[in-house]
């Protein structure tokens, strides 16, 4: 579990978040929505100490992060996977390299282990067989997966995810969403995505919070976003006529009427 | 007030960079591949530059020693004197702040710009440790075998170019080269290597590490590298030689 109270970052003269507390809770797709220049990736970078935040606590499982040395952060982010939205996967590695630098960077397991473990987690997002290829020769798609397969393979209890989904098609979306889904399940992880992925929300969003202008906006899951009346959340969820229509007939489904 | 806020953030990195590895392992693998990149990957250039450098040296002394009285073996001095004390470990030097300081700057700024050093850092590996310390430290290896190797080739292209055109012989040239020789000249040059070697790595990882922007920064930013490396190395040449000499 993730609890944060009242974070606060600017950039010169910019105040990009403004007193924002929430929890992300372990088992859990917590998701960040809002629009571009929310602030949500900032949010996610403070959260992990890429940035150093004004104001505010961080907390992982009771122990403050914001207050942590340099050598104790460092160990807990030793349990931090992150996809990062461009992957950034290592170009001069292949991807069995990397999916193998965490483990040979922290632990002294043997070759043959550390290469067993990284052709389980390449099945697990379905890569088998391109344990020698560069990341110069993979689809977006098959990036996002090894970046995926490169964060868990440490068996971490936190995943951050910045927009997985940003250049991807609707179905390798799904695709990616279910895998991020499913492997939070499986290893009772805390996950955190980033997104404005309407699909991502919908199907996946267990614990939202919604941030407008670097403020806390609203918080609740898929199915309390459907019968909110917070007109900002609202605007930008159900931006389109069709996903009004989804609404609509979402609500009706609800209250069991008939469509 | 620009340039206190560069050179603050310099020395920072630099005290930043030193912790103790996470996998020494690792670490050493990551040393060895830069001694290759830097040290095999600029051979061929050193190479071609020194020989050159002597055989021109040579040319270019014999056509300004004109006076009859003067001994011929002073020409075989001045190439071995000029080529140790300045164009080995400074030529070079500059021609290694292009070759090998815009390649660490535009690679380290590549990993900044597609978030490949964030990467580093969430997986709690100190990035500076892992990314800048493996360069600097080979550079210092790799660098001084260099500039060695440049004094050897051009003092030998200076004994090739005085042979083949027959300005003198070459047992004139290797007396010459053995007569007034000064140890103390190669403990010169390769303090000046060193000192460049540190200056030709560091800079460029500044540049590279602390890139913000994407593509065009990156070139910027390794052009901007290559310059500010090569003002360094010339003040820091007056200074060691004002110091030293």
New interface residues.
């Given amino acids: 579990m993730i609890e944060f109270k009242n974070i606060s970052k600017h950039f010169d003269e910019k105040q990009v978040l403004q007193d924002v507390s929430h929890i992300m809770y372990s088992g859990k797709t917590n998701l960040i929505i809002g629009t571009s220049g929310s602030g949500k990736t900032v949010l996610q970078?403070c959260l992990?100490g890429?940035y150093e935040v004004d104001g505010g606590e961080i907390i992982y499982d009771g122990l403050s992060f914001t207050k942590m040395n340099d050598e104790e952060k460092?160990?807990?982010?030793?349990q931090?996977?992150?996809l990062?939205?461009?992957s950034?996967?290592?170009?001069s590695m292949t991807v069995e390299g990397n999916v193998k630098?965490?483990l040979?960077?922290?632990t002294k397991d043997k070759e043959s282990e550390k290469i067993k473990k990284v052709n389980e987690v390449l099945e697990r997002v379905n890569l088998v067989g391109t344990n020698n290829k560069l990341p110069s020769q993979l689809s977006g798609g098959m990036k996002k997966r090894v970046g995926i397969a490169r964060a868990i393979v440490l068996n971490p209890k936190f995943l951050?995810c910045d927009e997985p989904n940003s250049g991807l098609d609707p179905q390798t979306s799904m695709l990616i969403d279910k895998l991020i889904h499913d492997v939070t399940i499986e290893f009772n992880m805390t996950t955190i995505i980033n997104t404005h992925d309407m699909n991502s929300v919908m199907e996946i969003g267990n614990n939202i919070i919604y941030l407008k202008d670097g403020k806390k906006e609203w918080t609740g899951n898929s199915k309390d976003i459907i019968f909110s009346e917070n007109k900002n959340l609202n605007d930008f969820i159900f931006a389109s006529e069709f996903l009004q229509d989804a609404k609509q007939m979402r609500m009706l489904e609800a209250k069991g009427k008939k469509i | 007030m620009r340039f206190f806020s560069h050179f603050g953030k310099y020395f920072i990195m630099l005290k930043g960079m030193i912790s103790k590895p996470?996998?020494s392992?690792?670490y050493w693998k990551e040393f060895m591949h830069q001694c290759s990149e830097i040290g095999m990957g600029s051979l061929g250039i050193v190479c071609i530059i020194s020989l050159f450098m002597g055989a021109v040296s040579a040319l270019q002394t014999a056509y300004q020693i004109t006076s009859p009285i003067m001994s011929k073996l002073i020409i075989a001095q001045i190439i071995r004197d000029t080529v140790i004390l300045e164009f080995a470990p400074t030529l070079i030097c500059i021609v290694l702040a292009g070759v090998v300081g815009s390649k660490i700057a535009s690679e380290l700024g590549?990993m900044r710009v597609?978030?490949?050093i964030?990467?580093i850092?969430?997986?709690?590996?100190?990035s500076k440790t892992y990314l800048i310390m493996p360069k600097i430290a080979a550079a210092l290896v790799t660098i001084p075998m260099l500039v060695i190797l440049a004094m050897v080739l051009g003092i030998y292209g200076g004994r090739l170019t005085v042979g083949i055109s027959g300005i003198i012989s070459t047992e004139t040239y290797d007396r010459g080269l053995k007569e007034l020789f000064i140890p103390y000249n190669v403990f010169f040059a390769m303090m000046k290597a060193y000192t460049f070697a540190f200056i030709v790595s560091s800079i460029p990882a500044y540049f590279g590490y602390y890139v913000k922007g994407g593509s065009l920064e990156i070139g910027r930013n390794s052009t901007k590298s290559v310059v500010v490396t090569c003002v360094v190395i010339l003040f820091a040449d007056y200074i060691l030689a004002a110091l030293l000499l």
């Fill in positions: 970078k992990v890429l460092k160990m807990l982010r030793q931090i996977g992150m990062f939205q461009g950034a996967l290592f170009d630098f965490p040979d960077m922290f951050f | 996470e996998n392992k690792l590549n597609s978030e490949q964030d990467a850092e969430i997986m709690g590996i100190n």
